[in-house]
Structure formats: structure tokens, C-alpha cells
């Protein structure tokens, strides 16, 4: 995709709104800059599997308004949504933070405002997009892993030698070094440091375990 698909949407009801905004994101650019009336049309048009930005009024015409239009970004966490408002009730700014929107600006749009906005949603995107590759790419080095290998790999992390490896894991020192080359080959990694960068890369992108709450006694 166009710009590592960092396409830009706008659901703006008002066609003037819309058309100034636009110009003025696509002006001197390679992005996608694509923009709908209502959220019906974003949503028949898929637009949310390539949306990197969102922005669209809280105001919107039709059955989904703006707040169903959030609701439904707010699953998809690869979209930075900002909403376009004006004379929100306390209530309904809390609605739209609380909901996963990135900001609130001022309607009617600023189109500058929308793109120095923009402008740096789009850097902090390709930033996050670059360290969920980085850990993708961890995750596939280590895929290949039997169980062994990656107890080994622990072991090795852990900054044990080949003999405290083989103690720990009952093995010989001779099967231990076998695991380790088996390893480096599979990591595709040079170096025991390259290995173990791509080991804490891979853990970094690993959930953190759920803890369990109890209650009563």
C-alpha cells in the first residue's frame, strides 16, 4: 500500500468542511487521504481495514452516528481515531475519551489544525507499525524452536554457561552445544548478542500473564 499503508480517512458530513480538510492533508504528500459523508459509507467502502487515521464528526447523519462509529474503532487498535466536535455536554467529552478517541478538535475544522494533527499521528503510527515488526520478525526467528531449544535458549538468556546449561537441563555439554547451533541456525543470528536481542524483542511482544484475583478468604 501506498506510504506502508497509512491511509488517512475523514467521515465529514459537511462537503465544504470535507473538501478543505482533505486538500489540505493530501497537498504535497504520497498518502491516501480518502474521505466519506456518513459512517455508513466509510463502512461499506471497508475502510477500516486500511485506516491508519480516523477523523470524523461526533454529529454524524444516518443510523450510525458518532458514537457507534467509535465503539466500532475502538476495536480496532491499529486506528488512531480523533473526533470533530463542538458544544459537547461534559458527559459526551467523557464518552469520546474514555472510548478510545485520541483527541477532540474544534468544529468547524481547522484544516491547518487538522494537519499538524495529522502530521504527527502519522509519525507516532509508523513508529509503532516499525516495533510491531521488529517483534513480528522475533517471533518468527524463534518459531522454529522445539521445546528443548527454547529451554536452552532461556538458559542461555539467563547467562548460564554450557555446563550449568547441561546440569539444568540433564543433558550432556555436548548435546547443549548442539541445541545452541541448532539455534543460532534457526534464529538466523550471528552472534550469541544478535540471539538474545531477538529473544528480548520476542518477549517484549508477548502479553503479560493475567493475574488471577481472588476474593472472599
Same mark, same amino acid.
Given at each position: 500500500?501506498?506510504? /506502508? /499503508?497509512?491511509?488517512?480517512? @475523514?467521515? !465529514?458530513?459537511?462537503?465544504?468542511?470535507?473538501?478543505?480538510?482533505?486538500?489540505?492533508?493530501?497537498?504535497?504528500?504520497?498518502?491516501?487521504? =480518502? *474521505?466519506?459523508?456518513?459512517? $455508513?459509507?466509510?463502512?461499506?467502502?471497508? /475502510? #477500516?481495514? *486500511?485506516?491508519?487515521? @480516523? @477523523?470524523?464528526?461526533?454529529? !454524524?447523519?444516518?443510523?450510525?452516528?458518532?458514537?457507534? !462509529?467509535? +465503539? %466500532?474503532?475502538?476495536?480496532?487498535?491499529?486506528?488512531?481515531?480523533?473526533?470533530?466536535? +463542538?458544544?459537547?455536554?461534559?458527559? $459526551?467529552?467523557?464518552?469520546? @475519551?474514555?472510548?478510545?478517541?485520541?483527541? &477532540? &478538535?474544534?468544529?468547524?475544522?481547522?484544516?491547518?489544525?487538522?494537519? =499538524?494533527?495529522?502530521?504527527?499521528?502519522?509519525?507516532?503510527?509508523?513508529? =509503532?507499525?516499525?516495533?510491531?515488526?521488529?517483534?513480528?520478525?522475533? #517471533?518468527?526467528?524463534?518459531?522454529?524452536?522445539?521445546?528443548? #531449544?527454547?529451554?536452552? &535458549?532461556?538458559?542461555?538468556?539467563?547467562?548460564?554457561?554450557?555446563?550449568?546449561?547441561?546440569? %539444568?537441563?540433564? !543433558? *550432556?555439554?555436548?548435546?547443549?552445544?548442539?541445541?545452541?547451533?541448532?539455534?543460532? =541456525?534457526?534464529?538466523?543470528?550471528?552472534?550469541?548478542?544478535?540471539?538474545?536481542?531477538?529473544?528480548?524483542?520476542? #518477549?517484549?511482544? %508477548?502479553?503479560?500473564?493475567?493475574?488471577q484475583v481472588r476474593f472472599g478468604g
Amino acid at each position: 500500500m501506498t506510504n /506502508g /499503508g497509512a491511509h488517512i480517512h @475523514l467521515v !465529514l458530513p459537511d462537503a465544504t468542511e470535507r473538501a478543505a480538510c482533505f486538500r489540505t492533508l493530501a497537498a504535497g504528500t504520497g498518502r491516501v487521504v =480518502r *474521505s466519506f459523508a456518513s459512517a $455508513e459509507a466509510w463502512i461499506e467502502a471497508e /475502510g #477500516e481495514d *486500511s485506516c491508519a487515521i @480516523l @477523523l470524523f464528526h461526533w454529529r !454524524l447523519p444516518g443510523a450510525t452516528d458518532g458514537a457507534a !462509529l467509535l +465503539d %466500532r474503532v475502538a476495536a480496532r487498535p491499529g486506528i488512531a481515531a480523533f473526533v470533530a466536535a +463542538d458544544q459537547l455536554s461534559i458527559a $459526551e467529552s467523557r464518552t469520546i @475519551l474514555c472510548g478510545g478517541a485520541r483527541d &477532540l &478538535l474544534p468544529a468547524p475544522l481547522d484544516p491547518r489544525l487538522v494537519r =499538524r494533527t495529522v502530521d504527527a499521528a502519522l509519525a507516532e503510527w509508523r513508529l =509503532r507499525q516499525a516495533t510491531l515488526d521488529r517483534h513480528r520478525e522475533a #517471533e518468527e526467528r524463534l518459531a522454529a524452536l522445539t521445546p528443548r #531449544e527454547r529451554a536452552v &535458549l532461556d538458559a542461555i538468556a539467563a547467562g548460564l554457561g554450557n555446563k550449568a546449561i547441561a546440569r %539444568r537441563l540433564e !543433558l *550432556s555439554p555436548r548435546t547443549v552445544e548442539v541445541h545452541r547451533a541448532n539455534i543460532m =541456525r534457526r534464529a538466523g543470528a550471528g552472534n550469541v548478542a544478535e540471539l538474545l536481542r531477538w529473544q528480548f524483542i520476542a #518477549e517484549l511482544a %508477548r502479553p503479560a500473564p493475567t493475574k488471577q484475583v481472588r476474593f472472599g478468604g
